[in-house]
């Protein structure tokens, strides 16, 4: 694993074990409020890292494009937002950090969607 596949799987088991962390420490607390937030850093950090990432791995034409690198930016981006951004919503001090991972997330989302679709087309 290299490149784009391995920067996702990397990233993908760092949000796992500060997931994992934070998990730990809100019930050690007994302290749940945040776990929304613990929620979206799981599933949209390292879930979806480590699909995208194996993607990668898998369909390496996809890996040398461009708009992989794109996707790794944005991908990151919404998941840096997102996170503290719910924090802070449920907080009650700001939703745009919020808004505006959610946004970055979709984006991510929908452009890995085209990279697979057009992927598909060449092999």
Same mark, same amino acid.
């Given at each position: 694993?290299?490149?784009?596949?391995?920067?996702?799987?990397?990233?993908?088991?760092?949000?796992?074990?500060?997931?994992?962390?934070?998990?730990?420490?809100?019930?050690?607390?007994?302290?749940?409020?945040?776990?929304?937030?613990?929620?979206?850093?799981?599933?949209?950090?390292?879930?979806?890292? +480590? $699909?995208?990432?194996?993607?990668?791995? /898998?369909?390496?034409?996809?890996?040398?494009?461009? #708009? !992989?690198?794109?996707? =790794?930016?944005?991908?990151?981006?919404?998941?840096?937002?997102?996170?503290?951004?719910?924090?802070? +919503? $449920?907080?009650?001090?700001?939703?745009? /950090?919020?808004?505006?991972?959610?946004?970055?997330? #979709? !984006?991510?989302?929908? =452009?890995?969607?085209?990279?697979?679709?057009?992927?598909?087309?060449?092999?």
């Amino acid at each position: 694993m290299r490149g784009i596949s391995k920067a996702f799987f990397g990233l993908a088991l760092v949000c796992a074990i500060v997931g994992m962390a934070w998990g730990i420490q809100m019930s050690a607390s007994g302290d749940h409020l945040l776990s929304p937030a613990h929620a979206h850093l799981n599933l949209i950090g390292y879930v979806g890292f +480590a $699909i995208f990432g194996i993607y990668y791995h /898998l369909v390496p034409s996809a890996a040398e494009k461009m #708009i !992989a690198k794109i996707h =790794l930016a944005i991908a990151v981006v919404g998941v840096v937002l997102m996170v503290p951004g719910i924090v802070m +919503a $449920i907080r009650e001090t700001s939703e745009t /950090l919020a808004k505006l991972g959610s946004i970055a997330a #979709i !984006a991510s989302m929908l =452009l890995f969607a085209w990279i697979f679709i057009t992927s598909s087309r060449e092999t």
